[in-house]
């Protein structure tokens, strides 16, 4: 009989009959297992990483709640929402964490839901987050009711801010990990199958062959089974003698998987990359840096803001205009903005390059250049400039123009004067 030594790895009775050995059986990567939990998913490092890097880059944006006015737009930084926003949602957070969790929530589960607190004058007063909710639809398939799974209080539409992501309806979102349990299993099994080979130090063991006269019993086998794993069964038994007896001779395997094949399972590279493309984030994000350089992360960097993080702070910026303001306000044109652009200050060379442009033109003064690195404002500073020769202050522009021509008549008068003479 054939007695495989690998066996030892695997919970299954052993067989008493000849068997070939395999790496893979019993293992992760032929049987697949799906991760559809949140602490499955969280333990692989690129999904932790992803998840993040999203979550913290939302919850540090900077805002501002606006009011319009004819063709522009007035910073109301009195208005009793903007401290509830962007300093306090609620006695127990942060507006950084209150937002760094509703996204992270969004993520994870596919909805991020929180509850609109109201005094008894119906004044907003905190924002709670919740994790889970029931929606119940009216008839004319209109959200009537929210649901906490938790405490089973029910909530009028009106009173919770929703963020949902992309799912079967436009009312709740589907959480990706369900969508894309597959490949977060992969990414597991992965790791498993990495540490299964560590700690068999890449080695996959023999068979016992016993002449054929010599009949195990299955509780022989297991006996033997059990006798082997105790005494050579890890990495830190490696190269102590086997003594077999009854005949019985070991006829040790040759590494099954190559070294570069094992790399190629430890690197995981693939996997990374399939977890990043699910989330939307560039790999040198989750510091996976295959073939990347400046110039292309700098592109990433811009296209992740745009495609990753813009969709998902509009929609969080429409359910808080709509749900935050009375239809008085809304009218009025009250409404929530972030600053998208804070994002990419850390890119210092063209943060200078966009604004040297944009004061070319007008377009920002000194002080409001000087408030977007929090510098106090400079005499003067308010007036805006426009490079025509030298910079100067757009309310002189005419008196230029009107000076250059004068200047062209008078030159011309002269010069036909001369002639004349």
């Keep these: 009989m054939a007695f495989s030594i690998f066996d030892i790895f695997k919970s299954n009775k052993v067989a ?41 880059t939302i919850a540090q944006l900077n805002g501002d709640i606006y009011f319009k006015s004819g063709n522009f737009k007035e910073v109301k930084p009195d208005h009793p929402l903007y401290y509830l926003l962007f300093h306090r949602p609620s006695v127990n957070v942060s507006s950084f964490v ?44 209109q959200v009537k009711i929210y649901v906490d799974k938790k405490t089973q209080n029910k909530y009028d539409s009106s009173e919770v801010i929703h963020l949902a992501d992309i799912g079967y309806d436009e009312i709740k979102g589907e959480s990706r990990i369900t969508k894309h349990k597959e490949t977060f299993g992969k990414s597991k099994a992965s790791a498993k199958l990495a540490n299964k080979l560590y700690s ?6 023999g068979t016992i062959q016993y ?18 794993e105790e005494k050579y069964g890890s990495v830190d038994n490696a190269g102590r ?37 699910i989330f939307g984030v560039p790999p040198f994000k989750v510091f996976h840096f295959n073939k990347m350089t400046y110039d292309n992360m700098e592109a990433m960097k811009v296209d992740f803001v745009e495609s990753c993080i813009l969709p998902i702070v509009v929609q969080l910026e429409q359910e808080l205009n709509y749900k935050l303001f009375s239809l008085k306000e809304i009218k009025k044109g009250y409404s929530i903005k972030h600053d998208i652009k804070s994002i990419l200050r850390a890119d210092v060379r063209a943060q200078a390059d966009y604004l040297k442009s944009t004061f070319s033109i007008g377009k920002y003064t000194i002080n409001e250049m000087r408030a977007m690195d929090d510098q106090m404002p400079v005499e003067g500073g308010d007036t805006p400039f426009i490079q025509v020769n030298n910079y100067m202050p757009l309310g002189m522009v005419e008196e230029y123009a009107q000076a250059m021509i004068d200047s062209k008549k008078s030159n011309m008068y002269i010069k036909n004067n001369e002639q004349e003479e």
Excluded: W
């Design 16 to 56: 008493a009959k000849n068997s070939t050995p395999n790496i893979l059986s019993g293992t992760t990567l032929s049987n697949l297992t799906t991760i559809s939990t949140q602490e499955g998913v969280m333990s692989i490092s690129a999904a932790f990483r992803c998840v993040n890097v999203i979550a913290e």
């Design 98 to 141: 209150f937002r760094r969790q509703l996204v992270y929530n969004y993520l994870m589960l596919g909805n991020g839901y929180a509850v609109i607190k109201r005094d008894n004058d119906m004044n907003i007063v905190a924002l709670e987050l919740v994790k889970e909710m029931d929606i119940f639809m009216s008839e004319d398939k």
């Design 200 to 205: 068999n130090g890449l080695y996959i063991g």
């Design 211 to 228: 002449p054929e006269n010599i009949q195990l019993t299955e509780t022989e086998a297991d006996e033997l089974s059990s006798r082997i």
């Design 241 to 277: 003698v086997l003594v077999l007896d009854s005949g019985g001779k070991f006829d040790q395997h040759t590494n099954m998987m190559s070294l570069s094949d094992a790399e190629y399972i430890l690197g995981e590279h693939l996997t990374i990359e399939d977890i990043c493309r």
